[in-house]
């Protein structure tokens, strides 16, 4: 069996190293909003290059405190992709806006900027650009249409931790970046986890009171927030995980590599990585017209496949009030029905990358 995700093997080497850290946490049963919190919001904040990092409970709360801290709220519209996972829009519609839709670019599945400056209305308040599977958007023109229209723009890095754009990280390119720790991502934690990226102190002490039910000192409060802290144990096995992130993504890279030069004979699309860009493959999707033949060609063999996305989220059905419908966004359509993704992680070894790679080739062959 080639897995497609094995998170034991990860955990394997590091077992005495994260029982330690998590034993610390419980010797000083400190375990909301404390030491190892901070120094994680410290180290993500150097990483990514920005001024201030804040914990939150989960990549969705984080996309969710960042809207709401830029004041986006009921009558509002905000653009994103309708390719990705549901959180993206879930957030926006959480804070009482409204997800307006712009398609996707065919080779790199991110939102094409070309596509947004129509969808903009005197109600459009933001953009979240999606950085899907790790790949960067095409965010220097999406800052230039934020920047004509005067919108804000919060980077969905919920799968990108570590990616990279013309040298710079993902989530310090717009205005507010959001991370996910859930734990299949590419710096996942023991449970859920989030954390929000920005310089500006203005949002980042909006976002500090609001996880803490907008109260600064003890039984004030200054507007009414919730509970989403990024809990101390997840902020120790994190902190063990963020040395190793470096080493992993150039794994992920290397097998990225080594399935994409096999596969270029092959009528199958495989992940585009535009000049400058240094993506972290949390996926590596290809497409082709007969996904479900090879999936189940691939699944025979012993090969686990998956697809990411197989419904575009116009089409929810939590969205019919919205009015799009069949057609509105080929691109993402056709995408949503074409695409695989192949095994990826870090500790896939080369045996299990071969079988992969002669298993597709066969599939095309035969
Ligand atoms: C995982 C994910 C999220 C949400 O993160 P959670 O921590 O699971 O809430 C948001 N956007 C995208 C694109 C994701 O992949």
């Not at 069996?1 to 029982?19: C, N, S, T």
């Not at 806006?97 to 109600?123: C, G």
């Not at 920005?198 to 039910?213: I, Y």
Request: charged share 25%; proline share 6%.
């Amino acid at each position: 069996m080639v897995p497609f995700l094995d998170l034991v093997r990860q955990y394997r080497p590091l077992r005495q190293e994260i029982k330690s850290a998590v034993e610390r946490v419980l010797r000083s049963q400190r375990f909301v909003l404390g030491d190892e919190g901070r120094v994680l919001e410290k180290k993500i904040a150097r990483k990514t290059g920005v001024k201030f990092a804040v914990g939150l409970a989960s990549g969705s709360d984080a996309l969710y405190v960042a809207l709401w801290a830029l004041g986006v709220g009921p009558g509002d519209e905000v653009i994103t992709t309708p390719f990705t996972f549901f959180a993206s829009s879930g957030a926006i519609s959480r804070t009482g806006a409204r997800p307006v839709f712009a398609d996707i670019d065919e080779r790199t599945f991110n939102l094409d900027p070309s596509q947004i400056a129509s969808k903009i209305t005197s109600r459009t308040k933001a953009i979240v650009p999606v950085h899907l599977f790790g790949l960067a958007c095409d965010m220097d023109a999406i800052m230039v249409v934020a920047k004509k229209h005067g919108l804000f723009v919060v980077e969905d890095a919920a799968q990108a931790f570590g990616a990279e754009s013309r040298g710079r990280q993902v989530g310090a390119l717009g205005d507010i970046g959001c991370f996910s720790f859930y734990p299949t991502k590419n710096l996942g934690g023991a449970g859920d986890g989030g954390m929000l990226v920005t310089s500006s102190p203005q949002w980042a002490k909006k976002a500090v009171l609001m996880r803490d039910h907008g109260s600064q000192t003890k039984y004030r409060h200054e507007f009414i927030g919730m509970n989403s802290r990024l809990d101390e144990l997840q902020a120790a096995v994190l902190l063990v995980k963020l040395k190793y992130l470096e080493r992993w993504n150039a794994q992920r890279r290397a097998i990225a590599r080594r399935y994409t030069e096999v596969f270029k004979d092959l009528p199958l699309q495989t992940p585009f990585v535009p000049k400058g860009h240094d993506p972290t493959f949390h996926l590596y999707s290809v497409l082709t017209k007969k996904r479900d033949a090879l999936s189940r060609f691939l699944a025979k063999k012993g090969i686990a496949s998956s697809v990411y996305y197989p419904s575009p989220l116009h089409l929810q059905p939590c969205y019919r009030g919205l009015g799009y419908h069949p057609g509105d966004f080929p691109v993402s359509e056709r995408t949503a029905k074409e695409i695989l993704a192949l095994p990826m992680f870090p500790e896939l070894s080369r045996p299990e990358t071969g079988r992969v790679l002669a298993a597709v080739r066969e599939f095309f062959r035969s």
